[in-house]
């Protein structure tokens, strides 16, 4: 893969080059992820989980919340933390 110029739409819209999906693995209805700075932008295809991978990370963290000693009436309140530090 090497650099391919491509055209934007009217409507927003890029194609990417057909060699450079296959090479990714990006199909029609994927996610892509955009980060743009300084007149560059790049696009990540991003991957969502499975379900049995979700369920482990969901259970990691269900795990880690015990053992810190929390419980589910504990959730509003870190929420609303959260929420508040980001207003900030």
């Known amino acids: 893969m090497g650099v391919e110029i491509v055209t934007v739409s009217r409507k927003g819209q890029v194609v990417l080059p057909l060699e450079m999906r ?4 990006i199909s029609g209805g994927g996610a892509m992820a955009a980060f743009a700075t300084d007149k560059v932008i790049v696009l990540k295809p ?3 989980p499975t379900t049995e991978e979700f369920t482990e990370w969901l259970e990691e963290a269900q795990a880690w919340a ?3 000693g929390f419980d589910e009436a ?3 309140g870190v929420v609303k933390s959260v929420r508040r530090k980001k207003r900030k």
């Open 66 to 68: 015990k053992k810190a």
């Open 46 to 48: 991003v991957e969502l």
């Open 22 to 25: 296959k090479a990714l693995s």
């Open 74 to 76: 504990d959730v509003a």
